[in-house]
């Protein structure tokens, strides 16, 4: 073993490369990791981290026992030109832990030779597979396909970190070497790779979040009244299973146990430190824990990223000193946290109350309505098995909770109360993970508040903030709720119920008027109330009254009581004709209330729990104790719309979880390169807010990735226009080119159907009159027939990508009639976004019309997801009217607008997903 003392400290480097590149991720042991491309001032750690690499590390990595770097060596492996060549270090506590390279063939720009070294003491703790997963991804923005490792044969580890990392290895051996070709493609097989080691590294971070050994309340008061008086007794409170400790230097004691006066002075290891200072002391309180060790930081303190200014300044101060010392941060400005597992009883919050023990998990981005969600909670019976309140969501987002739930055995429902995102791709593929075995409810707050964004196209001016934020919730499969209430109410149902195979109810009740009102709030909610069978009516009829009916609702009238609601329930409950079952209760007097509550529980209790049991209670008193059920739960709601609407919730995430997860799919057919060469081209010289491109420009690159567009071309003359008008043989259009005609048909800039010189010449004098600054005339074929849809994207700034399909043509504004999706597409998404829109039935045919080519529809949006992915430049699109032809006969783009900016560096990460980054 190598004996040099690792003494290089890295600290930040020059502006080199975009900040964004630099980012922190998660070890398997729950320590951090920040991954930046290296720069020329990492020399002297570089050659450190040479001089310390044991002999067979050394030996693997160079097939020699190499113990420093020449000069000529640390000028070629620090100064990279971040194209051909590249190389990305792993840093922990300021040491190099980790470099990862490629270098592009000369004479293969697609192909790129590969090299991974991790420091000897910190092997083993997934670096490797990061630095893997980092540089492949940053590979396939700049163009290369393939890498080529060279590794000895007896190198089992690196082979296992590429194996591990799910890529599809093809390798030759040869005089003891491998020589080992992956494919850079993110394959499932990748993705699913990168989920598993970022769902394992996240929730082993966030362990001794909820799971601490030791608790210090850095803040803990004497006074009862304040917050760290009140965090402090709900932790002693709630008999916390470890030793808590108060950190006051103003008092020696409180609740009878001895304070220290700083986190360093307590013996002994600290898992958990909650934070109740001013805001101005929180970072020095941040830098003594990182010294102390401690594993975790709950930041209760306020004034920070909120507030703004100085504010968001001190909130990167200690973001940075909980990223450097590895630890996992909640906060600042939060309430807190809380496991009601026995075996840590952790009540971390300074609210009043501690819900009662259940599978039901909670964040809140809000602290105030965090004190009142765990109010409600409480006030309906709803089990939590751990609460945050994530407050500014410095550190731990609500990814990382997801993740952290996605394995947790004692959650099977996840609430979220949002204000923002943080990275909504991530989320997107997290929680349409999640999703397929746990349900996740979610209240996003501010429907209104962007409002429609102005846009200088069709499918700007249609989406909004919250078009993004449906467009998400719909492709995850995240149940959306407007209101808390919602949320509780389908939270009761969904943490009590099997999920419904279908969409038939029954209805139970002992009056007409709340069977109208059940059957009239399940009708509207798109669930069926079917006629029972001459079967099971007669079934009924055997024990109800003679007056009642038994059609469905099932109205017992009035005089039913506890024998006849317990027959009926258990006749329903058994009978394959209904998927759920809601049972409505109003007393017509005091009399024989607990006996009929009794029956109706008794008989959930009885059935299989294979169907879905709701029952409603309409009486002003309150649920009468007797419906209550320890091992037959079942959510009571006091009015049956409530009802309705919770089992449509769930009844729509039961059908989404049963739907194909779609695949990534990139059409045959597109030419990257020739695209690449005309939007190169297109944008030199263009000012940093973009433009739109030229006719010819758009045309090209429409063409290269596959899409199909008329016959066109551009003149600046009536001669010319005539002259090519003559070529198409045919019938042409006339469109103006011009900065102010947004909508060329708005303003008559737009001639259809012209045919021989004088109308081409009519034309012509038409459009370039209709506005004040024509650069030019578009002729185009002139398209006959087909069905008009719109197809476009938009850059969201938070979201990145949308896009948008509908019903196509001058009305789509006044229409509406559209589906987002977030990019990138599935081919599921794209056929969905086509059955979304209510007047896609006019491409099934609808009233005897003709039939329009939708598998061509749905390629069309997949090509357009490819060239989103492929052209990070292209920020706003319209392709309005693609002509759908009949089925086989493809689509047409009749007309097209592409906006674009210039970018600096090919690799965007805000753009794109990388697990395990935080």
């Not at 507030?307 to 101060?317: H, N």
């Not at 995102?421 to 929680?431: D, E, H, L, T, V």
């Not at 249609?462 to 934020?469: G, K």
């Amino acid at each position: 073993m190598a004996t040099t003392t690792v003494s290089t400290t890295i600290t930040d480097p020059p502006e080199r490369y975009p900040a964004e590149w630099e980012q922190d991720a998660v070890l398997k042991d729950g320590g951090t990791i920040r991954i930046r491309p290296i720069v020329p001032e990492d020399s002297d750690a570089l050659q450190e981290f040479v001089q310390n690499m044991s002999t067979q590390s050394s030996y693997f990595r160079f097939f020699r026992v190499k113990r420093e770097l020449d000069a000529d060596e640390l000028k070629t492996f620090t100064q990279v030109d971040y194209k051909a060549d590249m190389a990305f270090i792993g840093i922990v506590d300021g040491e190099l832990v980790g470099v990862g390279r490629y270098n592009a063939l000369e004479d293969d720009p697609s192909t790129a030779e590969i090299a991974f070294t991790v420091r000897d003491s910190f092997q083993g703790m997934g670096i490797g597979t990061l630095l893997v997963f980092r540089i492949s991804a940053y590979a396939r923005a700049l163009g290369i396909e393939r890498f080529r490792a060279f590794l000895l044969a007896d190198n089992h580890a690196m082979m296992r970190v590429f194996r591990n990392a799910g890529f599809a290895l093809n390798r030759e051996i040869d005089e003891g070497v491998y020589t080992v070709e992956i494919p850079t493609e993110e394959s499932d097989s990748v993705l699913a790779a990168e989920g598993k080691a970022e769902q394992i590294s996240t929730a082993a971070s966030l362990m001794p979040l909820f799971y601490p050994h030791s608790i210090a309340v850095i803040g803990a008061s004497r006074n009862r009244a304040s917050i760290g008086g009140r965090l402090f007794n709900n932790i002693l409170n709630a008999d916390f299973m470890g030793p808590l400790y108060p950190v006051n230097p103003r008092t020696s004691v409180v609740r009878s146990i001895p304070t220290f006066a700083s986190v360093k002075d307590i013996p002994g290891p600290i898992d958990l430190a909650f934070i109740v200072v001013p805001s101005q002391h929180v970072a020095d309180v941040v830098r003594e824990c990182a010294e102390k060790g401690v594993r975790s930081l709950v930041v209760i303190s306020a004034g920070f990223s909120e507030v703004g200014g100085s504010g968001a300044e001190a909130e990167a101060e200690i973001l940075d000193i909980v990223r450097t010392a590895g630890m996992r941060m909640v906060g600042p400005n939060c309430m807190g946290l809380l496991n009601t597992d026995p075996v840590v009883n952790l009540d971390g919050q300074f609210g009043p109350i501690m819900p009662p023990r259940g599978n039901v998990a909670m964040l809140s981005q809000s602290g105030a309505l965090g004190l009142a969600i765990l109010d409600y909670a409480t006030e309906l019976g709803i089990g939590i098995s751990t609460f945050v309140s994530v407050g500014n969501k410095a550190d731990v987002s609500g990814n990382d909770l997801l993740l952290y739930w996605e394995e947790d055995p004692n959650t099977d429902v996840v609430l979220l109360y949002l204000e923002s995102f943080g990275n909504p791709r991530r989320f997107s593929r997290i929680a349409r993970r999640i999703g397929m075995k746990k349900p996740i409810v979610v209240v996003k707050s501010g429907r209104t508040a962007a409002g429609a964004r102005a846009a200088s196209s069709h499918t700007g001016s249609l989406a909004s903030l919250d078009t993004a934020v449906d467009a998400l919730f719909d492709q995850a499969g995240v149940i959306r709720v407007d209101t808390l209430e919602e949320l509780f109410n389908v939270a009761s149902l969904l943490s009590s119920q099997p999920l419904p195979r279908g969409r038939n109810v029954g209805v139970i009740t002992n009056a007409g008027g709340p069977a109208i009102l059940a059957v009239d709030a399940l009708e509207s909610q798109g669930l069926h109330v079917p006629h029972l069978s001459d079967e099971l009516q007669k079934q009924l009829r055997e024990f109800l009254s003679a007056d009642a009916a038994v059609f469905n609702p099932i109205d017992m009238i009035a005089a039913a009581g506890p024998e006849e609601y317990k027959k009926t329930i258990q006749a329903l409950l058994a009978s394959d004709e209904i998927d759920a079952l809601i049972t409505v209760f109003i007393p017509a007097s005091d009399v024989g209330v607990p006996e009929t509550a009794t029956a109706i529980r008794e008989a959930a209790e009885e059935s299989s729990g294979e169907k879905v049991f709701l029952s409603v209670y309409m009486n002003s008193s309150g649920v009468p104790t007797e419906l209550s059920s320890a091992t037959a739960q079942f959510p009571v709601f006091p009015f049956p719309e409530r009802a309705a609407m919770a089992l449509r919730k769930a009844v729509e995430y039961a059908e989404w979880r049963e739907k194909p997860a779609g695949t990534f799919v990139r059409p045959e057919g597109i030419d990257k390169t020739e695209a690449r060469r005309i939007l190169d081209a297109a944008c030199e010289g263009l000012p940093p807010d973009g433009e739109w491109l030229a006719p010819e420009a758009v045309d090209g690159i429409l063409t290269a990735y596959g899409l199909p567009v008329p016959r066109t071309g551009v003149v600046h003359s009536l001669e010319e226009a005539r002259a090519f008008a003559e070529s198409i043989s045919g019938p042409v259009v006339l469109k103006v080119i011009s900065p102010s005609a947004v909508h060329k048909s708005d303003v008559g800039g737009v001639a259809l159907d012209v045919n021989g010189p004088e109308e081409v010449k009519a034309a012509y004098e038409q459009v370039t009159s209709a506005v004040p600054d024509p650069e030019g005339v578009l002729v185009q074929e002139f398209v006959v027939g087909g069905h008009e849809v719109l197809i476009g994207m938009v850059e969201d700034p938070n979201f990145g990508p949308l896009v948008v399909f509908g019903l196509g043509g001058v009305f789509v504004e006044l229409i509406g009639d559209v589906a987002f999706r977030i990019h990138p597409l599935t081919d599921h998404d794209a056929a969905e976004m086509i059955a979304d829109v209510k007047s896609a039935r006019l491409l099934e045919g609808y009233r005897g019309g003709d039939k329009g080519d939708i598998d061509a529809v749905i390629d069309a949006l997949l090509r357009v997801s490819a060239m989103i992915e492929d052209l990070p430049e292209v920020f706003e699109m319209d392709l309005n009217p693609v002509k759908v032809g009949t089925p086989g006969s493809g689509v047409r783009i009749v007309d097209a607008r592409i906006k674009v900016r210039p970018i600096e560096h090919s690799w965007i990460p805000s753009r794109t997903d990388l697990p395990s980054m935080l």
